[in-house]
Structures are given as structure tokens and as C-alpha cells.
């Protein structure tokens, strides 16, 4: 009996794990005015925790009873944004996955740097390039 309530006790505090972010990636790449491999590595996210914490109830808890999702006026910039620590998070995997994008493409056997890091509303861009022997 003890064993069927702690699998239901687990189970139910499985539900309430958060879901993962789902993100999809884009890099291109260009030779500079040196000859020096550059890179762009964009990493772009949907369905943040917030959205669906905040997708309970309009202001007054209206729901537009298609989809138990609350009432925007169309044409609203509804446009959650990461709070720090999924920030830093989604800045970790866009690093991690460019990483991963340059070995796949034997990119870069020197090593690499990231001059800018950009943060847009919906997504990270990573800019950068490949270091040359002599610059080692």
C-alpha cells in the first residue's frame, strides 16, 4: 500500500517540473578583411517558464476559451523576458552549442573567441572568430 502512494506521490511531483525550453539554432560564417574565420551563432527560444506561469488569466482573469489561454487585445507585444538565472542558462547552451557547432564543422583548431555577445528579445546572438596560429 505504502509503495502505490509514494509511485502517486512521485508522479504528482513530476508533473510539476517545469518544462524544458525549447530552442532552435542558426550560424553562418564569412572570412574577414585578414582572412580570419568569422562566425554568428544565434540561439533563439520559445515557451519560457514565465509564459506559462502568466497564461492563467488576463488581468481580470479572462480566457479566450480556445485554449484556456487569457485574453490579449490583437496586435499586443505580449513578450515575456528571461529572468537572470535563465539568462545565464540559456547563455551556457548557446556556448555549449556553439562549441558543439564548430567540431562538427571542424571549425576553428586554433580555438575561437566571442567579441559580442547580443541579447535580443527573443534570442542570443553570439559573434565572433576563429584564432589563427599566429595569434595563439
Not at 509503495?3 to 560564417?29: H, Q, R
Request: one cysteine or more; charged letters at 25%.
Amino acid at each position: 500500500m505504502s509503495l502505490i502512494l509514494l509511485v502517486v506521490g512521485l508522479s504528482g511531483c513530476a508533473s510539476n517540473e517545469p518544462k524544458p525550453i525549447e530552442t532552435t539554432d542558426k550560424f553562418s560564417t564569412q572570412i574577414g578583411p585578414e582572412g580570419e574565420t568569422q562566425f554568428a551563432f544565434a540561439l533563439s527560444w520559445f515557451n519560457l517558464p514565465e509564459e506559462e506561469s502568466t497564461n492563467r488569466g488576463g488581468r481580470d482573469g479572462r480566457h479566450d476559451g480556445l485554449s484556456n489561454r487569457p485574453a490579449r487585445p490583437i496586435g499586443s507585444n505580449f513578450n515575456p523576458q528571461p529572468d537572470n538565472e535563465t539568462k545565464l542558462a540559456l547563455e551556457d547552451k548557446a556556448v555549449h552549442n556553439l562549441k558543439n557547432t564548430l567540431e562538427k564543422r571542424d571549425l576553428c583548431p586554433n580555438g575561437y573567441s566571442i567579441d559580442d555577445i547580443i541579447w535580443e528579445s527573443r534570442r542570443i546572438r553570439l559573434m565572433g572568430a576563429c584564432k589563427s596560429v599566429a595569434s595563439q
